[in-house]
C-alpha cells in the first residue's frame, strides 16, 4: 500500500519561501513520477510540478522560475522550493505519485500568502 505524507505548508508574506516535502512509502520502485497539485477555493485541482524517476522535471507556466521541485530516490521523497509567493499560490497543495498505472495522493497542506 502506497503512503504519502505532506509537510512544510503554513502562512507567509507575498515574497516569500516556504518549502514543501512529500516521503512516499510503500511499493513505489520502479519508473513513477511524483508531483505536486495545488486546489484554490472554488477552483480545479491543477498541475504545479511534476518530476519523474528518471529526473525529467515539468512546471506549470505559472509558477517557471519560482518553484523548484526536486527529489531524492534513495529516500523516496519530493521537495517544491517555492520562492517569491504571490497571493495567487495561496492553495491547498497535495503530493501527487503516479506509478504502475496507478494514482496516489497525500492529504495535502495548506500554503497561504498574505499581503
Known amino acids: 500500500q502506497v503512503q504519502l505524507v505532506e509537510s512544510g505548508g503554513g502562512l507567509v508574506q507575498a515574497g516569500g519561501s516556504l518549502r514543501l516535502s512529500c516521503a512516499a512509502s510503500?511499493?513505489?520502485?520502479?519508473?513513477?513520477?511524483l508531483g505536486w497539485y495545488r486546489q484554490a477555493p472554488g477552483k480545479q485541482r491543477e498541475l504545479v510540478a511534476s518530476?519523474?524517476?528518471?529526473?525529467?522535471?515539468n512546471y506549470a507556466d505559472s509558477v517557471k522560475g519560482r518553484f523548484t521541485i526536486s527529489r531524492d530516490n534513495a529516500k523516496n521523497t519530493v521537495h517544491l522550493q517555492m520562492n517569491s509567493l504571490k497571493l495567487e499560490d495561496t492553495a491547498v497543495y497535495y503530493c501527487?505519485?503516479?506509478?504502475?498505472?496507478?494514482?496516489?495522493w497525500g492529504q495535502g497542506t495548506q500554503v497561504t500568502v498574505s499581503s
Open positions: 501527487n505519485l503516479v506509478v504502475f498505472g496507478r494514482n496516489y
Open positions: 510503500g511499493s513505489i520502485f520502479g519508473i513513477n513520477v
Open positions: 518530476i519523474n524517476s528518471g529526473g525529467s522535471t
